[in-house]
């Protein structure tokens, strides 16, 4: 789309399971188009988070974006001692007095050592962690799918490990756009876990059409849902959520059959 959002529009065709069902059964089913069309959307948003990376909803799946994210920040920022490490290889001499300062809190001078030394290090600079340098490695020619060597050594290990708690409380925003859509429909959205369902601010919504061709329209607003989503998983979510609507639908069908025909045999 020319905004760069992804929409998805769930209706139902007079051909499909779900319609035949509802125009052969509509005293039983007690349903309205609109409101299968609706349940079928918010199953599809929840599927399409499923399918957002980290694909599923497990805690492994939380985990192993903890993890990325943990991989990605570390590719960014080096500890003192990456740099002492670096440059001991090619200049031992800077090395160690790269590493005096540093023990000594002279970190000016621990950055003119590394700018002196013969290491592929030395334009980094020195000092307190910047996050500009982490949101710029995302996209563009500093990308970490690209990146060689860091962007800047930081001088205080609890920092970079805090940073890297923040971060990693992200996980599961991309998930959360498609909930946010699914909650805009109303109703209840069933199925993601709380790690994609908690983060309210992310940019998903839905659109609904009523009428006699009802139709929502899922939007999912997110700037790099495209990195974090595949052709093969979007297609499978859609697969998903239609089939789990004509299972719920069928099963529906089966109860009321078997709750009727128990009242004819009582009543026999």
């Known amino acids: 789309m020319s905004d760069g959002a992804i929409r998805f529009t769930a209706k139902m065709k007079g051909g499909s399971d779900v319609i035949r069902l ?24 929840v599927e399409l988070a499923r399918n957002t990376r980290p694909f599923g909803f497990s805690d492994k799946a939380r985990k192993r974006g903890e993890g990325a994210v943990a991989d990605d920040i570390n590719r960014v920022f080096a500890l003192p001692s990456d740099a002492y490490d670096n440059m001991k290889l090619l200049d031992p001499a800077a090395a160690d007095k790269f590493w005096a300062n540093i023990q000594n809190r002279r970190f000016a001078k621990a950055e003119q050592s590394l700018k002196s030394s013969n290491s592929n290090w030395k334009n980094l600079s020195v000092g307190r962690l ?41 996980v599961g925003f991309a998930k959360g756009s498609w909930i946010n859509a699914a909650k805009a429909i109303g109703g209840r959205v069933r199925g993601a876990a709380q790690w994609a369902t908690r983060h309210k601010q992310a940019p ?36 998903v959520a239609a089939g789990k609507l004509r299972k719920a639908l069928a099963t529906s069908l089966r109860v009321i059959n078997a709750r009727a025909n128990r009242a004819m045999r009582k009543a026999g």
């Not at 349903?31 to 609706?38: D, G, I, N, Y």
């Not at 974090?228 to 297609?235: H, L, Q, W």
Request: proline share 6%; hydrophobic share 30%.
């Open 22 to 45: 509802l125009n052969r059964y509509p005293q039983k089913v007690g349903r309205t188009l609109e409101s299968l069309v609706k349940q079928e959307a918010r199953g599809l948003a």
């Open 204 to 239: 998903g919504t839905a659109t609904v059409k009523t009428g006699d061709k009802p139709s929502v329209t899922l939007v999912n607003n997110l700037d790099y849902i495209e990195q974090v989503t595949t052709a093969k998983g979007i297609e499978l979510a859609l697969q």
């Open 130 to 170: 910047d996050p500009k340098l982490h949101r710029e490695s995302r996209t563009g020619p500093y990308a970490n799918v690209r990146r060689k060597t860091p962007a800047q050594v930081v001088t205080s290990p609890k920092a970079l490990d805090s940073y890297i708690a923040k971060i990693q409380k992200r």
